[in-house]
């Protein structure tokens, strides 16, 4: 792999790495909204999506009638998935603390002021006094904290991910997750493919960096809507005494459909990539999921077959004997999502789940040797054995695959998931009964992501492309994939065929940074300074909070001699990203005087 591949390369992963990391057992839900295809009842997808999204009415509108429903759902970790910070919520959460990470060397403060909530990072020098200090105030808190809670921030119209969470299990603030690996201060964008699974209805705009519309949120919270589709005929239909029908009731649908609501979020893969044309607001209830969202896995080997529970919890139960055998399990066999038990509660909750096809007898171990242990009799506790996360600090989640023993092997047909149309990746969300092939374009998505961590996967991510060439001559994702198969002949040859292929990706809605980053170092490259600031100007105005864009172009000015351009953008850089030593260290050392015309 060549210098230039590995920059691309290192920009897809600090894009990707801008979505909000957070992710535990309180944190997530069932569904994101989206397209709704015929359902198995009266209501079909011109019911309900011909209004758009006003056919959304809030949860509110669903208590009126379900009442009871509502209240219970209010409690469980899906209803408390996103929280406004108030005063309430301060008083369950600690609202001081002080926390200094060495590694970074950054101090992180949380505190409270007038019922808000408030996140510092600063570094100091070795005589106490402050280099920097950023302060931001925490607007909601992401997650219910069953395993913790993230804080996001608000500037101008994008939301970003801040410095700490909140970890349940010891009860206090910590870095974030990913932070252990650099410091992005206040400057990690929110994404659409991660807020869609962590709240009701955002209003994400679709490849905006982290930006949002004015409200960003709809429906704060996850809510009926997210798992029963739009509610607007539905309320018309009961104003009129006959709801029969208008709304998907999951439990009504094919236990695949049923399952395709949680698996849209209960499910990662190696890469989950959204249909030419799609959103995340595009899956509704009722639809194939796969319709929308396609999701992938690299199949499994043998050898080192997988231990990682974060977010595998449909394929994980789907590998189970339970699955397997009865033919009829399926998320909502064992989870009522109005219904969240207490950690008291849950083990005699779910045993019960259990009996409905065990019996006693079922268990190998004596029933007094089972009442013996704490809690006694608990089924999940000895068959779904939760287990630590290891990407996130402080959190666990449970194996759904039910084994007998903790490390009981996979069984056979997990080393079968693939097929003849497919041969190199699972397909998760694609229906067992059909056998078609992903779409070319779907495919080469697939294959970008997965890359990322499977780099053999390189070489078929760049056959698909040329494949694509000629018929997606204009589409952004086939541009990028040619431009990094042409960087691979190290020739100047290959430098400029992947020039052409970056400025058209960015002629056509390019939006990744990582793009106009590569083009403008290409351009330099080849003594274009000129066209490669126009380039980053023009990323800077799609992607404004990346600092990469901002590094660049004060090299490119410098290298030019032209400091008072060099040091404005630098003026700018190290004001909006401070915890970035290089940028600001670059401003003070070599701009903070006045022949450059930027005085102090």
């Not at 808190?141 to 921030?153: D, E, F, K, L, T």
């Not at 194996?399 to 007998?404: E, T």
């Amino acid at each position: 792999m060549t210098k230039s591949s590995n920059s691309r390369v290192g920009g897809l992963l600090r894009a990707g790495a801008g979505s909000f990391a957070f992710i535990g057992v309180a944190a997530l839900l069932l569904i994101c909204l989206g397209f709704q295809s015929k359902l198995p009842n009266k209501a079909t997808a011109t019911d309900q999506s011909s209004f758009g999204d006003s056919a959304y009415v809030g949860s509110r509108a669903c208590a009126k009638c379900h009442s009871s429903i509502s209240e219970s759902f209010s409690h469980t970790a899906m209803g408390r998935s996103m929280l406004e910070i108030s005063p309430a919520l301060l008083e369950k959460i600690p609202a001081s603390a002080s926390i200094f990470d060495a590694k970074l060397n950054r101090h992180f403060e949380i505190f409270a002021r007038d019922n808000n909530l408030y996140q510092s990072e600063y570094e100091t020098k070795a005589d106490g006094k402050e280099i920097f200090r950023e302060t931001h105030k925490v607007e909601w808190m992401i997650g219910s904290a069953a395993n913790g809670s993230g804080a996001i921030v608000k500037q101008d119209d994008y939301l970003f991910e801040a410095p700490l969470s909140f970890y349940a299990q010891p009860n206090r603030w910590a870095l974030s997750p990913g932070y252990e690996y650099g410091d992005y201060g206040f400057n990690r964008p929110i994404l659409p493919g991660c807020i869609a699974c962590h709240s009701g209805q955002p209003e994400s705009i679709p490849e905006g960096n982290g930006r949002f519309r004015e409200p960003p949120f709809a429906e704060l919270a996850i809510g009926c809507e997210n798992c029963h589709g739009a509610g607007l005929s539905h309320v018309a239909a009961a104003n009129m005494g006959d709801s029969t029908g208008s709304i998907a009731n999951p439990a009504k649908l094919s236990p695949w459909l049923g399952d395709n609501i949680c698996m849209s979020c209960h499910q990662s893969g190696d890469a989950r990539v959204l249909q030419a044309g799609k959103t995340y607001r595009d899956f509704r209830p009722g639809a194939e999921l796969d319709d929308t969202l396609s999701i992938f896995m690299v199949p499994f080997n043998r050898e080192s077959a997988p231990k990682d529970d974060l977010l595998e919890h449909y394929l994980s139960m789907r590998l189970s004997k339970c699955y397997l055998k009865s033919g009829r399990l399926g998320c909502i066999t064992c989870h009522d999502p109005h219904l969240q038990p207490s950690q008291q509660e849950a083990p005699a909750y779910f045993r019960q789940k259990c009996l409905t096809c065990h019996t006693e007898k079922s268990c190998a171990v004596p029933l007094s040797l089972r009442q013996r242990k704490t809690p006694a009799n608990d089924c999940a506790g000895c068959h779904m054995p939760k287990r630590d996360v290891t990407v996130i600090s402080h959190s666990v989640l449970t194996n759904h695959r039910i084994v007998a023993e903790a490390e009981e092997p996979f069984p056979e047909v997990a080393f079968h998931m693939t097929t003849p149309q497919l041969p190199d990746l699972v397909h998760l969300s694609a229906d067992p009964a059909k056998r078609d092939a992903p779409a070319p374009l779907t495919l080469l998505q697939a294959y970008g992501q997965v890359m990322l961590s499977h780099p053999e996967y390189r070489a078929r991510y760049w056959s698909m492309a040329e494949q694509l060439k000629a018929s997606h001559a204009d589409n952004v994702q086939v541009m990028e994939a040619l431009a990094d198969e042409a960087l691979q002949h190290k020739s100047a040859a290959g430098a400029d065929e992947a020039i052409r292929y970056l400025q058209q990706a960015v002629a056509h809605g390019a939006a990744n940074p990582a793009d106009f980053e590569e083009l403008a170092r290409l351009l330099a490259t080849d003594n274009r300074q000129s066209d490669a600031v126009a380039v980053l100007r023009q990323g800077m105005q799609a992607a404004p909070y990346d600092a990469d864009l901002y590094r660049q172009i004060i090299k490119i000015y410098i290298a030019q001699g032209k400091m008072l351009e060099g040091c404005e953008v630098a003026a700018q850089g190290s004001q909006r990203f401070p915890q970035d030593d290089a940028m600001r260290e670059l401003f003070m050392s070599r701009c903070n005087s006045g022949s450059t015309g930027v005085s102090k």
